[in-house]
């Protein structure tokens, strides 16, 4: 598999990607927490198959202090006992916000009772915006063939303003 089009060297897409970053800065500096963040972020584009995005929100992770061990099981996490109940809330309604064209109800119920016990109306705002990017994220990289592999920590800290 070759990559369609770099979007990185592309003017058009340099633009969007840009105001793209500055939407994620919004989450980035909200108050849900960054392990958080990473470990939804990486669980969605597991689901999505994107390997950019699985290669990013990985090394992002394990620079911000994430184990090996979490980050081995995130795609096992209802089947684990390294993650508390909060981000479990968080890893189902990542899984259900994501596989909306699956389930007709789309986030269950339980599933958003379980959040709301977990997190404040700011944090909920922040994991529901962050699992539409990210899902944004995933269609851009997957439909263009963007290969993960070559990211670099930190590669888009500049890309926000």
């Not at 897409?13 to 840009?18: D, E, I, L």
């Not at 979490?70 to 089947?79: F, I, K, Q, S």
């Not at 379980?114 to 851009?140: C, E, P």
Request: aromatic letters at 6%.
């Amino acid at each position: 598999m070759t990559t369609r089009i770099n979007l990185f060297e592309n003017e058009t897409a340099v633009k969007f990607a840009k105001r793209f970053a500055n939407a994620g800065l919004v989450i980035h500096q909200s108050s849900l927490p960054r392990s958080t963040q990473e470990l939804v972020s990486l669980r969605a584009s597991q689901i999505n198959g994107c390997g950019w995005c699985i290669d990013m929100h990985t090394k992002e992770a394990a620079a911000a202090g994430e184990t090996a061990v979490r980050l081995h099981l995130v795609a096992a996490w209802r089947e684990s006992t390294v993650f508390t109940e909060a981000e479990q809330a968080a890893l189902a309604l990542a899984e259900e916000g994501t596989r909306l064209a699956d389930a007709h109800a789309g986030v269950s119920d339980e599933t958003w009772a379980a959040v709301r016990k977990h997190y404040d109306d700011d944090q909920i705002a922040a994991l529901v915006s962050l699992v539409a990017l990210i899902n944004a994220a995933n269609r851009l990289a997957v439909i263009v063939h963007q290969q993960g592999g070559s990211y670099e920590t930190g590669a888009f800290a500049g890309w926000s303003s």
